[in-house]
């Protein structure tokens, strides 16, 4: 699902209808709008680095850990999701295995903190020398888009619009891309890559 609605880049591109942009019928110019906004939304999922629909009742996602991964600070053992805010999670196994035959145990001995992404270990330590040492499944996104990420996804689809409009009008060689309108209001939500080890 897209990140704004047909209605709101239609009210955004104000009295243009369907037949200013070629379009033979109001059902026609809507699909190609849905497909616009898609399109943005997945720009947008690009330049953020999330997951497709991370900002729409957020995604699934399963991370397994290798034991180096596994840090320690003043509140016990932990391992840093990559994605956050984490919304839930559904599933947290620890390897009591090796590498070569990895044998998956649930614990429910964990505690999350939503906004960081920590997931500390409340009993138990996970082998620090395995390469798989955790796994975890859960959910990290937003349950509604963000009002600033929905303003891009608008303002991209009805920027392109006015530049196609343009382009129809005056019959110039290259038609326009679809690109992101503004980059600014994404900043926050963007994912930075952290190397640790």
């Given amino acids: 699902m897209g990140y704004t609605t047909v209605s709101d880049v239609k009210r955004r591109i104000g009295n243009l209808?369907?037949?200013?942009?070629?379009?033979?019928?109001?059902?026609?110019?809507e699909n190609y709008l849905s497909k616009l906004i898609e399109q943005a939304s997945r720009l947008i999922d690009?330049?953020?680095?999330?997951?497709?629909?991370?900002?729409?009742?957020?995604?699934?996602?399963?991370?397994?850990f290798k034991g180096s991964d596994v840090r320690m600070d003043g509140l016990g053992c932990f391992v840093k999701l990559t994605y956050t805010p984490v919304l839930s999670v559904s599933k947290v196994e620890v390897n009591k295995g090796s590498d070569d035959e990895p044998d998956w145990r649930a614990t429910v001995d964990y505690v999350v903190e939503s906004e960081t992404g920590r997931l500390y270990f409340t009993q138990e330590t996970p082998s620090l020398a395995l390469r798989q040492s955790v796994r975890v499944e859960y959910s990290a996104g937003y349950p509604q888009t963000p009002g600033d990420v929905e303003a891009v996804a608008t303002d991209t689809v009805s920027v392109f619009l006015l530049k196609l409009l343009g382009w129809l009008r005056r019959e110039r060689s290259e038609p326009p891309a679809l690109t992101l309108s503004k980059e600014k209001p994404l900043n926050p939500y963007r994912r930075h890559l952290t190397l640790t080890g």
């Fill in 46 to 64: 690009g330049y953020c680095g999330v997951p497709q629909g991370f900002f729409d009742g957020g995604c699934l996602l399963t991370e397994t």
């Fill in 17 to 29: 209808d369907y037949d200013d942009f070629g379009f033979e019928d109001q059902e026609s110019f």
